[in-house]
């Protein structure tokens, strides 16, 4: 009974592909997010959506897209990859924003590689 | 704008003992703390918020933490420490209009049995 599972948990591709990573959650939850975990354990925000709609995009390349399909889903797609993206790539979602405070549950992870 | 300081890169305690991980922050407005959990090549697991009320959070596996405002801090402590402690704790702020988390550069805390 995963609550927030992402695919692949692995990733290691040549630079300049094209990946994507997706994420589902089954919490019932309206809001979702992407983060970044880089070499050194920090952790930035990526995106968010709420009901399917962007929220938070927080200076990241043109190259990544987040597509919401509905609101248990939230896929990251990443062009022309480069040596630089190379991390860990972490999804979460919370009951809403609403409230300010809502609990943030995270999946497993997805480590890229980029070679 | 909020930010979150943790001063500390590692913390070591014995097993037993009690622990303590730091952290302050800086936030407009009410803060909204956060307190994670990263065992090795896992994802983050939530360990306490604090949003108001108690300046005394309990939470998960007898970790609690204290809130202090004069002090803006919000450390984490636990009575008495295990091995299965040992992973990486994160602090962060967060709230605000959409809900976004500010993570600290994280703290990794060593239990020696």
């Known amino acids: 009974d995963t609550a927030v599972s992402q695919t692949p948990k692995y990733l290691v591709t040549q630079m300049g592909n094209d990946k994507s990573i997706k994420c589902e959650q089954n919490?019932?939850?309206?809001?979702m997010y992407w983060y970044k975990q880089d070499s050194k354990k920090f952790l930035k925000i990526m995106f968010s959506y709420n009901n399917k709609e962007l929220i938070i995009n927080e200076t990241v390349p043109n190259r990544f897209s987040p597509k919401s399909p509905d609101k248990a889903h939230l896929n990251l797609h990443i062009n022309s990859l480069e040596l630089g993206d190379s991390a860990v790539y972490f999804c979460?979602?919370?009951?809403?924003?609403?409230?300010?405070?809502?609990?943030?549950?995270f999946g497993p992870g997805t480590r890229l590689t980029v070679l | 704008a909020q930010s979150v300081a943790q001063p500390e890169d590692q913390v070591n305690v014995a097993e037993g003992n009690p622990l303590t991980v730091k952290c302050t922050y800086s936030v407009s407005g009410n803060p909204y703390l956060f307190w994670y959990v990263q065992y090795p090549n896992r994802g983050l697991q939530f360990l306490l918020k604090?949003?108001?009320?108690?300046?005394l959070v309990k939470g998960s596996y007898g970790f609690e933490a204290e809130f202090n405002k004069s002090q803006t801090s919000f450390h984490l402590k636990k009575p008495s420490a295990l091995v299965s402690d040992s992973a990486l704790y994160f602090c962060a702020p967060g709230g605000g209009a959409t809900n976004k988390l500010i993570f600290g550069t994280g703290t990794l805390l060593a239990v020696q049995p």
């Open positions: 919490l019932g939850h309206d809001t």
């Open positions: 604090y949003i108001t009320g108690d300046n």
């Open positions: 979460a979602s919370s009951q809403g924003t609403s409230g300010r405070s809502d609990t943030q549950y």
